[in-house]
Nanobody, 115 residues
Framework: QVQLVESGGGLVQAGGSLSLSCAAS????????MGWYRQAPGKQRDLVAS???????NYADSVKGRFTISRDTSKNRMYLQMNNLKPEDTAVYYC?????????WGQGTQVTVSS
């Protein structure tokens, strides 16, 4: 089992920056990839960015050039640096880990961008 805890959300003005962190615990050596998802009210949960154990990254088109995903395996942490935030980035952001044939989710952290 892998447990995930997100932190770093908050309220920011449009054009500002926030950094999210996801702390993993448990069977972290089995994690193949990790990612950030977000879910706005009334909408589905969508992938924001992902990173494999080899460091390959993938981004949603809407965040390319503004968000950067990274991972520190020595600290069992994953990060999402969000720059030039827009009101449409407002959502609950979730951390996800893929390990063996399982997945784990964090509890989510709220990001609110005011115009």
């Amino acid at each position: 089992q892998v447990q995930l805890v997100e932190s770093g959300g908050g309220l920011v003005q449009a054009g500002g920056s926030l950094s999210l962190s996801c702390a993993a615990s448990g069977s972290t050596s089995n994690i193949n990839a990790m990612g950030w998802y977000r879910q706005a009210p009334g909408k589905q949960r969508d992938l924001v960015a992902s990173i494999t154990s080899g460091g390959t990254t993938n981004y949603a088109d809407s965040v390319k050039g503004r968000f950067t995903i990274s991972r520190d395996t020595s600290k069992n942490r994953m990060y999402l640096q969000m720059n030039n935030l827009k009101p449409e980035d407002t959502a609950v952001y979730y951390c996800k880990a893929w390990y063996w044939l399982n997945v784990s989710w964090g509890q989510g952290t709220q990001v609110t961008v005011s115009s």
